[in-house]
């Protein structure tokens, strides 16, 4: 069985009112249409039926004596006859039986009585009772007629008829010219109240268009600039109070993001200078520690372990400091240094270091033949992937195989990856869960694409939408032989730092299959 097609429905509101008036418009017209035409055909048809009661049985009487009235003497036989109507039908009916039957066509009942009349017809005129009252009757040789039927002197029945014809052509014609009236009304009242309900909500329109702008803002972080309010009108209509309620709200989101960014300037510069300030005394103390491990005299083993920790635990300190530093001022929007970079020569390096760190892994490598390039921070982008590299090592077993894969990718194949639905967020290179952060990557000159991809267990799913956010760990999925903890702060640097060089970065896991894919635009590189 096939569905039941709906009708299209008008989608905006100006397009539900213009249609909403013109069917009522419509309705109204139909209304009154039938009205006209129900009351035209009933006056008429009482006209007719009133004629018809003038007329009497004179005409079927003379039918039966040859055109002579009964007790009509006076010379004139045809006097009464000659007055009635062209069209005038009559018939004398005897035991149910039609015995006699005329029709007037020119006006002179002489000139042509005769009419054919089918079986049919004759049951219908037996059919009329003879209660002197009109009735409808259709004789398939004359149409529609207006009969009545009166018992005569002889016990037949006389049957007297007008047509239907003049009246029903006066109902079609009436029915006509109102159909041109009200569809041309209705075209007209189409267009004129589209164009009224447009210029009436004009002011609506007005929000509707700074809430789409206030929508195309980016209020996540950063200094936020409200559009200009939306005009206000009459605060007593609808459209009033919805643009000055949408004024008033605006205004409340505001001062909302206007505090935000103050209380987020308030900790980062309060995140640059507790890092700044510990720098010295954390070196301090990693100083002290490792001093006193070179003293020459003996030392207790347990004040050698002490030691031993301290200098550790200062060192990890010292480093987890310094990465919140570099995200204070990357947050801060502290440019970095900008050169050629060699991706090629710094994906060789950070996986011989990471080989050195873990042997337990197996390590590959897909390059391409031609060394890739992009404007960067060398130091900074080494540091991603080593983080990449170490995230790869540390939450994934002994014996996982990663792999690092370098490709370039021209903007054409950017945007048609990107209308595929490739690197985003709904999915990735292998299909599962992805994560995306940063802007999109992409110039004139093409994209590099830096990806690594572990065959381990994959990132825990309530961990994947903020996995890209500071402090974020996972340390139930270290090896059981991995020593030490981050403190989750290496894929928000990661972000952070792809972010700064224009890129972005995507993670796709699932059980058995990981990728973080780093996108960074190739652009124009200067040596100096």
Same mark, same amino acid.
């Given at each position: ?6 009708? %299209? ?11 909403? &008036?013109?069917? =009522? ?8 249409? !039938?009205?006209?035409?129900?009351? =035209?055909?009933? $006056? ?7 004629? &018809? ?5 004179? $005409? ?9 009235? %009964? ?7 045809? +006097? ?8 005038? $039908? ?5 035991? +149910? ?27 219908? !005129? ?10 409808? /009757? ?32 006066? *109902? ?8 041109? *009236? $009200? ?20 002011? =609506? ?18 200094? /936020? ?65 490792? &001093? ?5 005299? %003996? ?33 801060? @929007?502290? %440019? ?9 020569? =710094?994906?060789?390096?950070? *996986? ?23 404007? #960067? ?10 983080? !990449? ?37 709904? +999915? @990735? ?33 309530? !961990? ?23 403190? @989750? &702060? #290496? ?10 060089? #224009? ?8 059980? #058995? ?16």
């Amino acid at each position: 069985m096939s569905p039941v097609r709906q009708l %299209p429905r008008p989608r905006t509101l100006r397009a539900r009112l213009t249609f909403g &008036l013109v069917v =009522l418009l419509a309705v109204s017209c139909a209304a009154v249409g !039938l009205a006209a035409v129900v009351e =035209l055909n009933g $006056f008429l048809t009482q006209r007719l039926d009133e004629q &018809l009661a003038q007329v009497g049985t004179r $005409f079927p009487e003379s039918l039966e004596h040859k055109g002579v009235l %009964p007790d009509d003497h006076d010379g004139d036989e045809h +006097g009464d006859t000659r007055r009635l109507a062209t069209g005038t $039908f009559g018939a004398r009916l005897l035991n +149910g039986r039609v015995t006699h039957k005329g029709l007037i066509r020119s006006g002179d009942p002489s000139a042509d009585l005769d009419v054919d009349l089918t079986t049919a017809d004759r049951a219908r !005129l037996a059919s009329v009772p003879a209660d002197g009252r009109p009735h409808t /009757v259709g004789l398939s040789a004359l149409g529609d007629y207006r009969v009545v039927a009166s018992a005569g002197r002889d016990r037949d029945v006389l049957i007297s008829g007008l047509p239907l014809e003049p009246v029903e052509a006066t *109902v079609h014609r009436l029915e006509l010219v109102a159909g041109i *009236v $009200f569809g041309l009304a209705l075209v007209v009242t189409g267009v004129a109240g589209a164009l009224w309900v447009r210029w009436s909500l004009r002011p =609506l329109s007005r929000v509707a268009d700074t809430a789409t702008r206030v929508s195309e803002l980016p209020l996540a972080s950063g200094v /936020v600039a409200l559009p200009a309010r939306a005009p206000e009108t009459d605060p007593r209509g609808e459209v009033g109070r919805v643009a000055g309620a949408f004024n008033r709200m605006l205004g409340h989101v505001e001062d909302a993001l206007t505090k935000r960014h103050a209380s987020e300037e308030r900790l980062r510069s309060f995140a640059a200078d507790a890092s700044h300030e510990l720098r010295t005394p954390v070196a301090s103390v990693r100083g002290h520690a490792e &001093l006193a491990l070179l003293h020459p005299g %003996p030392v207790p083993a347990e004040v050698t372990r002490a030691l031993e920790r301290i200098a550790a635990e200062s060192s990890r300190m010292g480093e987890m400091v310094d990465d919140l530093l570099l995200l204070a001022r990357l947050d801060a @929007g502290r %440019p970095l240094e900008r050169g050629p970079v060699d991706l090629t020569r =710094l994906v060789l390096d950070a *996986v011989t270091d990471a080989r050195a760190a873990g042997p337990g892994h197996r390590w590959t490598l897909d390059l391409p033949e031609e060394p890739v390039t992009v404007p #960067g921070d060398t130091y900074r982008l080494h540091q991603v992937l080593a983080n !990449l590299l170490a995230n790869a090592r540390l939450h994934t077993p002994t014996g996982t195989k990663v792999t690092v894969t370098l490709e370039t990718e021209t903007a054409g194949e950017v945007a048609r990856m990107a209308a595929d639905g490739d690197s985003t967020s709904e +999915g @990735g290179e292998v299909p599962g869960t992805g994560t995306e952060t940063g802007t999109g990557a992409g110039t004139g000159a093409g994209t590099a694409r830096l990806s690594v991809h572990d065959d381990g267990p994959g990132v825990p799913e309530e !961990l994947r939408p903020g996995v890209f956010e500071r402090f974020t760990r996972a340390e139930h999925r270290r090896r059981p032989d991995a020593s030490g903890g981050g403190a @989750g &702060l #290496g894929l928000s640097i990661v972000a952070a730092v792809v972010e700064a060089h #224009g890129g972005r970065v995507v993670l796709d896991s699932r059980p #058995g299959a990981t990728t973080f894919t780093v996108l960074l635009p190739l652009g124009e590189v200067s040596s100096g």
